[in-house]
């Protein structure tokens, strides 16, 4: 049996910019429901067992989005969409959404750029350890060594530390010049710069370092030590977790079957936040990553903007805050030295075990599929897809439907009813 | 948030704080490999929200579920390992 449900508004993604877009188009009148994968609304920002946890801001701004009236489907994800038209597999069976309009607040992955040892249990991602101590993880006493890039580097170093990790190392792969630029950079959002000082403090005892890298990570069953180097120099560490991403890539797979335009591995967005689809809007990191405070003001606009409503009033706002963008994508940039640390032996797609030796870089992402299975398991290329481009240059391929893994049955039901 | 519920994780009964997600359940309980890779690898998770697929656990005798996007209930069964394709 399937669901059928008809809204004003359909907005795909509970982070920042999906909250706000559902919130200012249910505050306006609309009917507006939500689809997000988790179990909570938040997003991976506003993560979260116990909200007493969260800043006041994400209380408060969870707490208008219950209020507003929107609809909220947890453990619901999109498999499949046409404009006007979401098919959706919740827990509870499957559900076709037709909406006038859709908003698109997909949010971003982290980058993983494959080096030796990286598929070792108890190496993640940096977003990833966060995300895991936020549902549970006890870090307590543990060595923890967190590697890559960008502003999520220190927050989540604070995390762990205040978890009672020891946090042996915090490597940023940028060089120092290029953090002190971003910093400088941030004259603007004095409140960031306090954020950034508070981090550091509460990293405490943590060796902070710029311009260094992981270059291996060994252990038999588990990570149990990794090598970090700047190039000249090499730095062993032995710990129990790895945290290492190089920076975030906005989540367009569903924008992309759309066929909504990318531009600069980004959903393209006007002023008003449309895409180049009718009906279809886009917010936050799936448009570009810029943090939070954009990601806000840009939902708010697209949820106001898809229902009709003027937004001339956010546009200067969004754009200062847009500002972000172009500084995070500038500062932290992945360094040469960081593509080329996978050898022949390295594990590049995780899902179909090929490793990079079995990779002609004279191909294109779509011989690597025919001639390997490369990017054709259960992430359907979301992870090796984007750390190939950067590599070997190979555009990342499109994700077909379903776009996340659903039962036959679900998938039947909702093809069925698909008239 | 100080609820404590029983889970089995390959058939040992453990006890964890409600709220708790199914991965970091098995990486407190010391189980780090959640699964064998195509060529028999172990894995665990990586992106700890969903995207990777590489914390595929069976939960209840439901195979190929993301061990970080579930949340531990009461009673619950999760076997480690390689699940039938």
């Not at chain 1, 994968?37 to 920002?45: E, F, L, N, W």
């Not at chain 1, 306090?194 to 550091?200: H, I, N, Q, T, V």
């Not at chain 1, 994700?399 to 659903?406: D, N, Q, T």
Request: hydrophobic share 50%; aromatic share 4%.
């Amino acid at each position: 049996m399937t669901d059928r449900r008809e809204v004003g508004l359909a907005v795909v993604g509970a982070g920042p910019a999906g909250l706000a877009a559902a919130t200012a188009a249910a505050e306006a009148g609309a009917a507006v429901v939500v689809v997000d994968q988790a179990s909570h609304a938040g997003g991976q920002i506003w993560r979260h067992r116990d909200r007493n946890a969260l800043p006041e801001a994400a209380r408060a701004r969870l707490a208008r989005f219950e209020a507003s009236g929107a609809e909220h489907l947890s453990g619901a994800a999109v498999v499949d969409a046409a404009p006007g038209r979401l098919s959706v597999v919740t827990d509870r069976g499957p559900l076709l959404i037709d909406a006038h309009a859709i908003v698109l607040a997909t949010g971003a992955r982290e980058l993983f750029l494959p080096f030796p040892g990286w598929t070792l249990p108890n190496v993640l991602g940096v977003g990833g350890l966060q995300a895991l101590i936020k549902s549970g993880l006890n870090v307590a006493g543990k060595r923890v060594v967190i590697a890559g890039s960008g502003p999520l580097l220190l927050p989540v170093a604070a995390t762990a530390a205040g978890h009672g990790a020891e946090v042996v190392a915090v490597c940023e792969q940028a060089p120092l010049a290029r953090v002190a630029a971003f910093a400088a950079g941030l004259w603007r959002a004095p409140a960031k710069l306090a954020d950034a000082a508070r981090y550091r403090r509460a990293a405490r005892g943590a060796r902070f370092r710029t311009g260094w890298w992981i270059a291996r990570a060994e252990g038999s069953a588990a990570v149990e030590r990794v090598t970090l180097t700047d190039g000249r120099r090499e730095w062993r560490v032995p710990c129990d977790l790895v945290a290492a991403a190089a920076g975030l890539v906005p989540n367009v797979e569903l924008g992309a079957a759309l066929g909504c335009r990318i531009a600069d591995g980004a959903l393209a967005v006007d002023r008003d936040q449309r895409t180049s689809v009718p009906a279809v809007f886009a917010a936050g990191e799936c448009t570009g990553v810029g943090g939070e405070d954009l990601a806000i003001l840009e939902g708010e606009m697209a949820g106001l903007a898809a229902i009709g409503r003027p937004v001339g009033a956010l546009h200067a706002a969004r754009d200062r805050a847009g500002a972000m963008v172009a500084l995070i994508a500038r500062a932290f940039a992945p360094r040469a030295e960081l593509l080329r640390r996978a050898d022949a032996d390295t594990v590049v797609c995780r899902c179909e075990d090929v490793r990079m030796g079995q990779l002609d870089p004279a191909w294109g992402a779509r011989q690597a599929k025919l001639a390997t299975r490369a990017g054709m398991g259960a992430c359907q290329g979301r992870v090796c897809g984007a750390a190939l481009e950067r590599m070997v240059g190979w555009p990342a391929g499109t994700v077909r439907p379903p776009l996340s893994p659903a039962r036959v049955s679900d998938l039947a039901a909702l093809s069925g009813n698909g008239g | 948030m100080s609820d404590r519920i029983e889970i089995a994780i390959d058939g040992r009964v453990c006890t964890v704080a409600a709220g708790t997600s199914v991965a970091a359940a098995l990486l407190d309980a010391g189980q780090p490999a959640f699964r064998a890779s195509v060529q028999g690898e172990p894995r665990g998770p990586l992106c700890g929200m969903g995207i990777c697929f590489e914390c595929r656990v069976t939960i209840n005798g439901v195979p190929h579920r993301r061990a970080c996007m579930v949340t531990c209930e009461h009673g619950m069964s999760i076997a480690t390992g390689a699940a039938p394709a």
